[in-house]
C-alpha cells in the first residue's frame, strides 16, 4: 500500500517567518489532504490537493504528482499556526494513510 | 450545526471491559469513517462507511466492530477492551469517499484501558 513520509519531524520558528512543510508518497493518488491538528487535538482540514496548486490566506500547497511530493507553505506565521501538520493520501481503495506529521511551534 | 458529535470525551476501561463510542453527524453525509490516533502518531482507519447498512473494515479493524442503521449514526464497539486499544478515537465524516469537500472531524474520545 501507499507509504507517506512527513519532514522535518519538528519545526521551531518565530512569528513571521514562513515555513515550508514536505510530504513524500510511494505510489500514485487520487486524494490527497493536508490537516492542521490544533494543541487541543482538534483535527481541521486545510486542502484537497492531488495535484497543483491551491491558496487560502497565508496557507498554500502544491502537489507534483508525477515527482509523488506535496509541500505547504506557511507565510508570515502566527502564534495560532502552531500545532502538527498532517499529510494523508489514498489510492484506488480511498483509504486514507496518514503520515506522522509535522509539530510546528511558532515563538512569539 | 453541530457538525460531528462524539461521545464521550473521556472514558477508562478495565481489561476485558467493553463499550460503545457514540459519533452523530447533522451534514447528511454518506461517508463516516473512525480513526484511532497513537502518541506521536498519524490516525489509522479502523472502519468506514459509505452509507446506511454499509461498512468496511479499514487498516486496523481488530478488536472493534461498527454498525449504521442511519445516515446520521456511526457508534463504534469495543469488545474486551486491552492495554493495546489505548488512544484517541476520531469519528469523522464526508460528502464522498475522495473527500474532494473536505472532511470533519469529531473533538475526539480518549480512552485508557487499565
Known amino acids: 500500500g501507499i507509504q507517506v513520509e512527513q519532514s522535518p519531524p519538528d519545526l521551531i520558528l518565530q512569528e513571521g517567518a514562513n515555513s515550508t512543510l514536505r510530504c513524500n508518497f510511494s505510489?500514485?493518488?487520487?486524494?490527497l489532504q493536508w490537516f492542521h491538528q490544533n494543541p487541543w487535538g482538534q483535527l481541521i482540514n486545510l486542502f484537497y490537493?492531488?495535484?497543483?496548486?491551491k491558496q487560502n490566506g497565508r496557507l498554500s500547497a502544491t502537489t507534483v504528482a508525477t515527482e509523488r511530493y506535496s509541500l505547504l507553505y506557511i507565510s508570515s506565521s502566527q502564534t495560532t499556526d502552531s500545532g502538527v501538520y498532517f499529510c494523508?493520501?489514498?489510492?484506488?481503495?480511498?483509504?486514507?494513510?496518514w503520515g506522522a506529521g509535522t509539530k510546528l511551534i511558532i515563538k512569539p | 450545526n453541530a457538525g460531528v458529535t462524539q461521545t464521550p470525551k473521556f472514558r477508562i476501561l478495565k481489561i476485558g471491559q467493553s463499550m460503545t463510542l457514540q459519533c452523530t453527524q447533522d451534514?447528511?453525509?454518506?461517508?463516516m469513517y473512525w480513526y484511532r490516533q497513537d502518541p506521536g502518531m498519524g490516525l489509522k482507519l479502523i472502519y468506514y462507511?459509505?452509507?446506511?447498512?454499509?461498512?468496511d473494515k479499514g487498516e486496523v479493524p481488530n478488536g472493534y466492530n461498527v454498525s449504521r442503521s442511519t445516515t446520521e449514526d456511526f457508534p463504534l464497539r469495543l469488545e474486551l477492551a486491552a492495554p493495546s486499544q489505548t488512544s484517541v478515537y476520531f469519528c469523522?465524516?464526508?460528502?464522498?469517499?475522495?473527500?474532494?469537500?473536505?472532511?470533519?472531524f469529531g473533538s475526539g474520545t480518549r480512552l485508557t484501558v487499565v
Open positions: 494523508a493520501a489514498s489510492g484506488s481503495n480511498y483509504q486514507l494513510i
Open positions: 451534514m447528511n453525509h454518506n461517508y
Open positions: 490537493i492531488p495535484s497543483g496548486t
Open positions: 462507511s459509505v452509507g446506511a447498512g454499509i461498512t
Open positions: 505510489d500514485s493518488v487520487n486524494n
Open positions: 469523522a465524516s464526508s460528502y464522498s469517499m475522495q473527500g474532494a469537500r473536505g472532511y470533519t
